[in-house]
């Protein structure tokens, strides 16, 4: 797990080149909580982002590919 880093995604849709930091593949937002999973085609790696709109708190974790849905709905399992 990492502290907060800003991470801009990509919209939605928008065309992807070799210099695109990372793609949003999924997000969500509940009780002020905000989670996005992330594609880095770079690294060909998957984060979950999360980030707590009320306090400012926020982490990131890379995530096994075959994971990471199971991280987007469960983060705080992920970072226990």
Request: hydrophobic fraction near 40%; charge should be negative.
């Amino acid at each position: 797990m990492t502290r907060c880093e800003l991470v801009t995604p990509e919209p939605k849709g928008g065309a992807m080149s070799p210099a695109t930091s990372a793609r949003e593949l999924a997000a969500r937002d509940s009780d002020g909580i905000a989670v996005r999973l992330l594609w880095h085609p770079r690294e060909n790696a998957v984060t979950v982002s999360v980030e707590d709109g009320r306090g400012g708190d926020c982490f990131h974790l890379a995530i096994a590919p075959d994971r990471a849905l199971d991280a987007f709905y469960h983060p705080f399992a992920y970072a226990a």
